[in-house]
């Protein structure tokens, strides 16, 4: 991929947005509009969000000059369009406007130049037919707000060529989003052909009198971890784009009640009134009323979509949760949420609200059914959309990359929609992660990080861990700290370096996750540190047993006593992180580091950690027979003669880890 300048249509919410993202990504970008008062509101709105950066001690304000530089703001179709690698369009979601638009840009386009739409439903091949290169016609479907957002869907039109959305996808990661490709041109794409239809019906619910909205909203908020409801999000969403979605496909209800807001100007947030009242902010939805309505009954629909969207060869089931997840902020995915529930328990709700309501939407998948028939129900049956077998762990919350070549593995804890927080989930998964990677021989050293650029990881996942009534009880709490005590126990057992790349947010547990590392490489802009005081907790992961090792007593108290977050520079200084790194230059830092660790005598590099981290809790003459012993087996490897040899041919040794 060689990308060099980019083009956006349209300065709007969207379009400012993603021109930010681009050059932030150091791309060169053009944002073009029809009026000057457009351009100079979309200016206004990139200025705001980078000063808004710079106050967070996000990024400098040189950064952010630098960025600005780079976006260029023009009425004139050609000068945006001319010699750029890609076109992004983001003008108003009109069929007929968009046509148009890509008439007038191929005019001056290169013909190497790729055409991209961030439509949210039309369709990217009839766009693309429109045009003189349909196969290198794609959708690339940001989500509002772009900068903060990190999912793109990336749309294969019917002409789009393979090569395209490699593109896309390569595009995508290279600006620090997450692509999930939409093999196939489907209304809605992924997540608003579930999203829409969940947020109508449950309207419909309420229209129909089967519960109040606020019944609703608090069972999916306080029982589920949404968050927010779906009646407050169709407000947050704004309801006349509901409405126009009710018109335009077919996948959603049709619903009198949303009529009537829409023809009544009562929009939501946006007009301070939909179904709640926002004049005084955000609506108080009561806790006690969770529970009072059947949330299965929006659920159910939801995974029957996914089943469908499986069958169509549109997205599989982990592709479909990782995009529900990043662009609704759902706590789990559909796929997931109808393993759990159990798969019979989904079709049977699907199957009881198609007789109910005969929306086309809730005619049961037959891919549901025949997983059912298959006695493919979930998790209870050891198999449904995912795979739960004896002895297999199937990793929802993390994903484990490999490098095969320079014998590196990253563990990335995969939860942005909530920080990175931990989960027990997603503890066991860590573990098990790193049970099977020191087993592996190719692999000897491990990276963890989290996924996105906002969060290593915010810490534990109270939001989900509070919906158990009883959590705070001394005997689950005293659970809960044990197990994660356990889990980053093996880290600081782990026969091989571990290196935390900091790359956000690393508070609670997520701080004291990274102080269970080897080593810290923290981005300029993170925030590191244990704020649990501040909810009348205290760490409860090891934190008040590392960090005074780490930085001493007196600042391990400042810490922990004031719930302090400090940024990377104070972090360095005060030797918490081994290096505070410059955000372009972080993941280049990283990876020197593993390559060098990973370069070193494997059997040696074990003893060395063994040593230091055994030996640190015991008093120094027991400390050193450890050492002793340590270098005893450092002695009888053959990689010491390795060693010995290279020193004197003047050579780079190469290690065996024998």
Not at 573 to 601: H, Q, S, T, Y
Request: proline share 4%; net charge negative.
């Amino acid at each position: 991929m060689n990308v060099k300048k980019v083009c956006v249509l349209g300065a709007g919410a969207m379009g400012s947005g993603i021109a930010q993202v681009c050059a932030t990504a150091g791309y060169e970008v053009w944002v073009r509009d029809i009026k000057q008062e457009f351009l100079d509101r979309g200016k206004a709105a990139i200025e705001k969000n980078l000063q808004r950066a710079v106050s967070k001690g996000k990024m400098t304000e040189e950064k952010a000059k630098e960025i600005l530089s780079r976006i260029h703001f023009t009425l004139d179709m050609e000068e945006a369009v001319k010699d750029a690698d890609l076109v992004i369009e983001a003008v108003p979601e009109i069929m007929d406007l968009k046509k148009q638009v890509f008439a007038e840009v191929q005019k001056y386009a290169k013909p190497e130049c790729i055409f991209a739409s961030n439509t949210s439903g039309l369709s990217i091949t009839e766009l693309g037919n429109s045009t003189d290169r349909p196969e290198k016609f794609l959708g690339l479907h940001f989500f509002n707000p772009p900068p903060v957002m990190a999912l793109v869907e990336v749309i294969k039109g019917e002409k789009t060529s393979d090569e395209t959305i490699k593109f896309g996808v390569e595009f995508v990661k290279s600006i620090g989003k997450v692509p999930v490709v939409v093999k196939k041109d489907v209304a809605g794409f992924i997540v608003n052909r579930i999203l829409v239809p969940y947020l109508v019906l449950a309207i419909d619910d309420v229209e129909k009198g089967v519960a109040t909205k606020e019944e609703i909203d608090a069972t999916m908020m306080y029982k589920y971890g949404f968050p927010m409801g779906p009646i407050e999000l169709s407000d947050f969403v704004g309801l006349d784009i509901l409405y126009h979605a009710s018109q335009q496909w077919d996948i959603v209800p049709q619903s009198k009640l949303l009529e009537e807001k829409f023809k009544a100007n009562e929009l939501g947030m946006k007009t301070g009134k939909g179904f709640y009242d926002w004049s005084a902010g955000r609506p108080k939805i009561p806790q006690e009323l969770a529970g009072k309505y059947d949330a299965i009954r929006l659920i159910a629909p939801m995974v029957n979509i996914a089943a469908d969207l499986i069958a169509m060869d549109v997205a599989d089931a982990k592709d479909i949760d990782t995009a529900m997840k990043l662009g609704t902020n759902m706590p789990k995915g559909p796929c997931e949420l109808g393993d759990e529930i159990g798969l019979d328990v989904i079709l049977a709700k699907v199957e009881e609200l198609y007789k109910e309501k005969g929306f086309e939407i809730l005619k049961p998948s037959e891919y549901l059914k025949k997983m059912v028939s298959e006695g493919k129900l979930g998790e209870k049956s050891g198999e449904g959309f995912y795979s739960y077998g004896k002895g297999e762990m199937t990793f929802k919350n993390i994903e484990i990359e490999k490098d095969a070549e320079n014998k590196i593995a990253k563990i990335i804890i995969n939860r942005p929609q909530r920080l990175n927080a931990l989960s027990l989930d997603t503890l066991d998964e860590i573990f098990e992660a790193l049970r099977m990677l020191e087993k592996d021989d190719d692999v000897r050293v491990v990276v963890i990080t989290g996924a996105g650029d906002k969060a290593f990881s915010a810490g534990f996942d109270l939001q989900t861990a509070m919906q158990a009534p009883d959590f705070l009880a001394p005997a689950n709490s005293m659970m809960v700290s044990a197990k994660g005590q356990w889990v980053f126990t093996q880290i600081e057992r782990f026969p091989k370096p571990v290196i935390a790349a900091i790359n956000g947010y690393a508070f609670g547990g997520g701080c004291e996750l990274a102080l269970a590392c080897d080593f810290r490489i923290m981005k300029r802009g993170a925030k590191i540190g244990l704020t649990e005081v501040s909810l009348a907790l205290i760490p409860g992961w090891g934190g008040t047993q590392r960090l005074p090792k780490i930085v001493g007593m007196t600042k391990a108290k400042e810490m922990i006593m004031l719930a302090k977050r400090i940024d990377a520079d104070e972090a360095e200084r005060i030797g918490l992180v081994n290096k505070a790194v410059d955000p372009e230059k972080f993941e280049e830092e990283v990876m020197a580091l593993a390559k060098e660790l990973a370069a070193g005598p494997p059997v040696s590099l074990r003893a060395a950690k063994y040593a230091i981290n055994f030996g640190a809790e015991l008093p120094a003459e027991i400390g050193q027979y450890i050492e002793a012993g340590m270098f005893a087996v450092a002695t009888s490897t053959q990689d010491v003669m390795e060693g010995v040899s290279a020193f004197f041919q003047r050579r780079k040794p190469e290690f065996k880890g024998k």
